[in-house]
T-cell receptor, first 112, second 113 residues
Framework: QKEVEQNSGPLSVPEGAIASLNCTYS??????FFWYRQYSGKSPELIMF????GDKEDGRFTAQLNKASQYVSLLIRDSQPSDSATYLC????????????FGRGTSLIVHP | EAQVTQNPRYLITVTGKKLTVTCSQN?????MSWYRQDPGLGLRQIYY???????DKGDVPEGYKVSRKEKRNFPLILESPSPNQTSLYFC????????????FGPGTRLTVT
């Protein structure tokens, strides 16, 4: 089982809808969770990070963490065509380096 | 401007010809790392460094070497490149506290023929 799992997609949503991206992880002791956005041919950029169970909101983005179920999700409200990108989930495992392990990414397409 | 730079951005080379991809950051970050990205496989960690003279293997270290002689620089060395090392490579740095956000370089697209 890969340590960080994401559905590769593509996930297609209409403009203005809510896009829901999910990620599961295998190490129950993982401590930090990140969502990065990567446009085609570009480097990843951080959207949000979350440490504690529950929701964390930043503008149109909400990260949700459930450590008991070992999943983290990203909700994008009022999706825009400019949100079309690959979204990478990343996890810092306990007891090791503070260098994250990445999932394979989910491709999101927002169509007008 | 705070940034991570990589050189070269594009490289086409032949099997067995040693090459080095440089990485430099100006944010005084302790942590630096190298990833490769391949279609369907996502970002995979090659090597990382938690400080000067401290390096460790990531998930896919075979065929690669690194060194960390200065805090700002973290070169990736391919002693004898092979076609299966054709990939998009990213260098990243992060601070040792706070969010541990990874700051990525622009990427190096390597083709080994």
């Amino acid at each position: 089982q890969k340590e960080v799992e994401q559905n590769s997609g593509p996930l297609s949503v209409p403009e203005g809808a809510i896009a829901s991206l999910n990620c599961t992880y295998s190490d129950r002791g993982s401590q930090s969770f990140f969502w990065y956005r990567q446009y085609s041919g570009k480097s990843p950029e951080l959207i949000m990070f979350i440490y504690s169970n529950g929701d964390k909101e930043d503008g149109r983005f909400t990260a949700q963490l459930n450590k008991a179920s070992q999943y983290v999700s990203l909700l994008i409200r009022d999706s825009q065509p400019s949100d079309s990108a690959t979204y990478l989930c990343a996890v810092i495992r306990r007891g090791g380096s503070y260098i994250p392990t990445f999932g394979r990414g989910t491709s999101l397409i927002v169509h007008p | 401007e705070a940034q991570v730079t990589q050189n070269p951005r594009y490289l086409i080379t032949v099997t067995g010809k040693k090459l080095t991809v440089t990485c430099s950051q100006n944010m005084n970050h302790e942590y630096m790392s190298w990833y490769r990205q391949d279609p369907g496989l996502g970002l995979r960690q090659i090597y990382y460094s938690m400080n000067v003279e401290v390096t460790d293997k990531g998930d896919v270290p075979e065929g690669y070497k690194v060194s960390r002689k200065e805090k700002r620089n973290f070169p990736l060395i391919l002693e004898s490149p092979s076609p299966n090392q054709t990939s998009l490579y990213f260098c990243a740095s992060s601070p040792p506290e706070g969010s541990y956000e990874q700051y990525f370089g622009p990427g190096t697209r390597l083709t080994v023929t």
